[in-house]
């Protein structure tokens, strides 16, 4: 079993591998930081750690984090956590390119697309957070794919991971989502809005993360078309990932270690206590949204995900490819370096747990 010395030792031993990957010629070198500056080296713990992420229930382990003080315990005095909610992660991820957020919860469409649109150089994958937890869900009657012809479908945002989902699975069934009677209308909308056009008989489907798809299931009639679970093998797929700022992995190697014992400890926490994992998200919800879910709604979502410290990376390579499919993106993005997991596997071989596979996407 691990003790507290050896935990201390391996969490000391991957923060000098860290600094020392800010100064050497590694995957952190020095021409691709970014924002972190071509000398950024280890400045110690930081002032302030800011952190994002949205009111899903996808973002679970952000939200148990930080209500159930997690992942303040972890960062000490040295550090103060303070955090944003954001409506999509295209918001979420402008935020981190334009350096007012060092750590975000963030779905895998718009982390790729961060990756892509700052030349690979502006942010990492550090961890996961959720699997799952996203379906297609549409009006009574509704049950094929080429019943959606001529009909109108909602996703969260233009590019976002569902964006891409939806029109990745319209176009391998030779469905155009450019409207018309042979193809799909597309719009983008905010989930609450999605909600209450879908209810006012304005959309006849959506492709919506929890605990969006099961609010209109259970609040609003509709019935599940895909479960985007069954699309994937074994049903693991990354719904919600950690993003951090290069600059700010670089020059506070210690900070990102103990955030990512806060995100293990709130992913195993929520493991543990599973009702007490639903009640304290649908308390975070309440506070952000000002209405916590009705309890059959947090269960049906609930059951939907799973919280996993890993980012499922071997993923990512055919998300990329989606994106293309889906005609978001003209081309899938090189993924080489996108992903830096020494700091994780530190914390999970501390914890006595197994490491992760980065899937070659570490290297450049």
Request: glycine share 12%; net charge neutral.
């Amino acid at each position: 079993m691990t003790t507290a010395r050896t935990a201390r030792t391996a969490l000391a031993l991957v923060a000098a591998g860290l600094v020392a990957a800010a100064g050497g010629c590694t995957r952190l070198d020095a021409g691709d930081g970014g924002d972190g500056g071509a000398a950024a080296t280890d400045r110690g713990p930081a002032a302030e750690l800011r952190l994002g992420y949205l009111p899903n229930v996808t973002h679970a382990a952000a939200l148990i984090g930080v209500r159930n003080g997690l992942f303040a315990a972890e960062l000490g005095t040295a550090t103060r956590l303070t955090t944003q909610a954001f409506n999509d992660g295209t918001e979420e991820v402008g935020a981190l390119l334009g350096g007012s957020l060092d750590i975000a919860f963030v779905g895998p469409g718009p982390a790729i697309n961060a990756f892509d649109k700052s030349g690979g150089k502006a942010v990492r994958l550090i961890a996961g957070a959720t699997s799952g937890g996203a379906q297609l869900v549409a009006r009574p009657g509704i049950s094929t794919a080429e019943q959606l012809r001529g009909r109108t479908v909602a996703t969260p945002k233009l590019g976002n991971t569902q964006d891409i989902a939806l029109k990745a699975w319209l176009a391998g069934r030779g469905i155009p989502a450019r409207g018309g009677a042979a193809g799909v209308t597309i719009v983008n909308a905010d989930n609450p809005q999605t909600f209450a056009a879908f209810r006012a008989g304005e959309l006849d489907a959506a492709w919506l993360p929890e605990p969006w798809a099961s609010r209109l299931v259970l609040d609003a009639g509709a019935t599940v078309l895909v479960d985007e679970k069954d699309l994937w093998p074994d049903g693991r797929y990354p719904t919600t990932v950690v993003l951090a700022r290069t600059g700010f992995l670089r020059e506070h190697p210690q900070t990102v270690l103990a955030f990512l014992r806060g995100q293990l400890a709130a992913v195993e926490w929520a493991a543990q206590h599973p009702a007490g994992a639903r009640q304290a998200v649908n308390a975070a919800l309440a506070e952000l949204t000002g209405k916590p879910l009705a309890d059959p709604v947090i269960a049906r979502a609930f059951d939907g995900i799973t919280l996993t410290a890993d980012p499922l990376a071997g993923a990512f390579p055919r998300l990329a490819a989606n994106a293309v499919t889906a005609g978001v993106a003209r081309a899938a993005p090189d993924l080489a370096g996108f992903a830096d997991l020494g700091a994780l596997n530190a914390v999970l071989g501390a914890a006595g747990r197994p490491a992760v596979d980065a899937a070659g996407l570490d290297t450049r």
